[in-house]
Nanobody, 124 residues
Framework: QVQLVESGGGLVQAGGSLRLSCAASGRTINTYTMAWFRQPPGKEREFVATIARAAGSTYYADSVKGRFTISRDNARNTVYLQMNNLKPEDTAGYYC?????????????????WGQGTQVTVSS
């Protein structure tokens, strides 16, 4: 079983950047497909980005494509989400998740391990 802890959230102006980190313990992340989800205020949790266990392929939600980049550092057992050109609609709690799926997958139900989340607030 893997434990996940997110960090790096905060308050930023529109157009700014943040890098979120997800530190894993208990198991190595190279045995999991990893993802970031977010939950805007009053809305359901939604998929943001995933990086597959197999070959490290990535997949993004249309709303963040070209602005966000997911990456993994197996040596540090950490997954990152680099967020550039942030918009007020990116304001949400951001959650790291792990799945035993081999390939990139987007459904929330495919992920069985979750962190506690980190808040990102983008001001206009």
């Amino acid at each position: 079983q893997v434990q996940l802890v997110e960090s790096g959230g905060g308050l930023v102006q529109a157009g700014g950047s943040l890098r979120l980190s997800c530190a894993a313990s208990g198991r190595t992340i190279n045995t999991y497909t990893m993802a970031w989800f977010r939950q805007p205020p009053g809305k359901e949790r939604e998929f943001v980005a995933t990086i597959a266990r197999a070959a490290g392929s990535t997949y993004y939600a249309d709303s963040v494509k070209g602005r966000f980049t997911i990456s993994r550092d197996n040596a540090r057992n950490t997954v990152y989400l680099q967020m550039n050109n942030l918009k007020p609609e990116d304001t949400a709690g951001y959650y790291c998740a792990a799945s035993t799926a081999v390939f990139a997958t987007t459904p929330r139900g495919a992920y069985m391990y979750w962190g506690q989340g980190t808040q990102v607030t983008v001001s206009s």
